[in-house]
């Protein structure tokens, strides 16, 4: 199972910037598609951005809420995503985690996903 640790999150302003970090290690095979999920207080985990780590299997996706703000990359060198976020609001204020291993379905399904950090929290305040 892929171990994933998440950094960056911090406690900004509206209207900021922050950009997560999710490091992958303990792999044998590099995992074919990794994504960003968020938890806000009281809420269910929702997909906020994938990306294939191969990128001839696709590109980089966001979900319409935080399409234009937010954007996922890689280094691969590295073995990390990241999740750079601009223009924050109160809404986007949560814990953010990192998954990997997608098994099947939908790419930001919270069941598709067999590895997940134990996420960074970002709290966006007006």
């Known amino acids: 199972q892929v171990q994933l640790v998440e950094s960056g999150g911090a406690s900004v302003q509206a209207g900021g910037s922050l950009k997560l970090s999710c490091e992958a290690s303990?792999?044998?095979?590099?995992?074919?598609?990794m994504a960003w999920f968020r938890q806000g207080p009281g809420t269910e985990r929702e997909g906020v951005a994938g990306?294939?780590?191969?990128?001839?299997?696709?590109?980089?996706f966001v979900d319409d809420p935080w399409k234009g703000r937010f954007t996922i990359f890689q280094d691969h060198a590295k073995s990390t995503i990241y999740l750079e976020m601009n223009n924050l609001k109160p809404a986007d204020t949560g814990v953010y985690y990192c998954?990997?291993?997608?098994?099947?379905?939908?790419?930001?399904?919270?069941?598709?996903?067999?590895?997940w950090g134990r996420g960074t929290q970002v709290t966006v305040s007006s």
């Open positions: 998954a990997a291993d997608w098994t099947s379905g939908y790419l930001l399904g919270t069941r598709n996903y067999k590895s």
């Open positions: 303990g792999y044998t095979r590099r995992p074919n598609y």
């Open positions: 990306i294939y780590t191969a990128e001839a299997d696709g590109g980089p």
